[in-house]
């Protein structure tokens, strides 16, 4: 690599100066000093590779406590989610007047400070944190 970059800078100074092109110009004697050649020095320097972010690791699901079936509905708009946590992907929502099966119950994150962890797991896939739904009777 040292003899390659020895070579390129040779090359580079003698064209520089105009040298490989044409017979150099007679040499006629002056007062004046004569200049030394100019050497450029070529150095190479690698790029740093980029070092890629470390993966963002999967939630483990949250276990899923089976209860006896009931129904909810919501008296605002409701996301339903793919785990419990607001993290989670929106698989859908529930609206005013409709209602859902609730299957079971995990713990999950608490939304709302003091009003508990509990979400429900809805049929079909999904869940909704439980301080937010109302039971229908």
Do not use: H, K
């Not at 044409?22 to 030394?36: E, M």
């Amino acid at each position: 690599m040292r003899r390659g970059a020895f070579f390129l800078a040779l090359a580079l100074g003698a064209v520089a100066c105009g040298g490989g092109e044409s017979a150099p110009p007679p040499v006629t004697p002056s007062a004046a000093p004569q200049s030394s050649p100019t050497v450029i020095v070529v150095t190479v320097v690698p790029s740093p590779t980029p070092t890629p972010a470390p993966a963002t690791p999967t939630p483990s699901p949250a276990p899923v406590t089976p209860v006896a079936p009931f129904e909810i509905t919501v008296s605002e708009a409701v996301n339903v989610r793919a785990a419990p946590t607001t993290e989670a992907s929106v698989l859908g929502a529930i609206y005013p007047g409709e209602r859902r099966r609730v299957v079971g119950e995990a713990r999950g994150q608490e939304v709302e400070a003091g009003r508990g962890n509990v979400w429900y797991a809805i049929e079909g896939g999904g869940f909704v944190y439980a301080p937010l739904v109302q039971r229908v009777r």
